[in-house]
């Protein structure tokens, strides 16, 4: 069976997010107030064949923890889609 599993992998809270930092500073240049602070991350969409939903997840989480995320500076959750 093929299941379709997101990732969202964001940098952990203590740390500083460069990418956010830069986000802010252009929106602020662009005049918009209220952002109080900004994190950029990564989304991913994978589709996995496997024997079941629990299998599919523990791909998720192998690829999450050997390629897709870096566990010192980032965390990563995993969420099943339709």
């Given amino acids: 069976m093929t299941y379709n599993v997101q990732i969202k ?6 740390l500083l997010d460069p990418q ?4 802010m500073s252009g929106l602020q240049n662009l005049g918009l107030s209220g952002v109080e602070d ?9 589709r996995i064949d496997a024997e ?5 997840k523990q791909i998720a989480d192998e690829a999450s923890k050997k ?6 500076m980032e965390f ?3 969420e099943m889609i339709n």
């Fill in 38 to 46: 900004v994190r950029v991350g990564k989304h991913i969409t994978l």
């Fill in 76 to 78: 990563y959750e995993i």
């Fill in 67 to 72: 390629l897709l995320a870096n566990p010192v």
């Fill in 9 to 14: 992998v964001m940098p952990l809270k203590d």
């Fill in 20 to 23: 956010g930092k830069a986000v």
């Fill in 52 to 56: 079941t939903e629990e299998a599919a």
